[in-house]
């Protein structure tokens, strides 16, 4: 069964950092091409970041451009996004999700993503 538990969320103060985990299992991660998406409250997902199989070809939103970090261990099958400099606009359900096969790191079409985790929280608020 494929699996994709992200952790690592809560609140924290405009400014602050946090450091996203998602822990795959079920499939081969290393061969999988991976992002990070969001979800405010009454708004549609918004991709955030993605990443090659390897780690070494990266992409972001604008929107998070020079603020968020995204990285993988392979041996760890583990996907991380690194989160400074957070905003009240960050506020939102964070998930990890797999990317279809042959399908680009800078994908934003929800269709191109195939498994996806449950999600964590992370609240930015003074």
């Not at 405009?14 to 985990?21: D, H």
């Not at 099958?77 to 279809?100: F, G, H, V």
């Amino acid at each position: 069964e494929v699996q994709l538990v992200e952790s690592g969320g809560g609140m924290v103060q405009p400014g602050g950092s946090l450091r996203l985990s998602c822990t795959a299992s079920g499939f081969t991660f290393s061969n999988y091409h991976m992002s990070w998406v969001r979800q405010a409250p009454g708004k549609g997902p918004e991709w955030v970041s993605g990443i090659n199989t390897g780690g070494g070809s990266t992409d972001y939103a604008d929107s998070v451009k020079g603020r968020f970090t995204i990285s993988r261990d392979n041996a760890k099958n583990t996907l991380y996004l690194q989160m400074n400099s957070l905003k009240p606009e960050d506020t939102a359900l964070y998930y990890c999700a797999s990317l279809m096969p042959g399908v680009l790191i800078t994908t934003t079409d929800l269709e191109d993503f195939g498994s996806w985790g449950q999600g964590t929280q992370v609240t930015v608020s003074s």
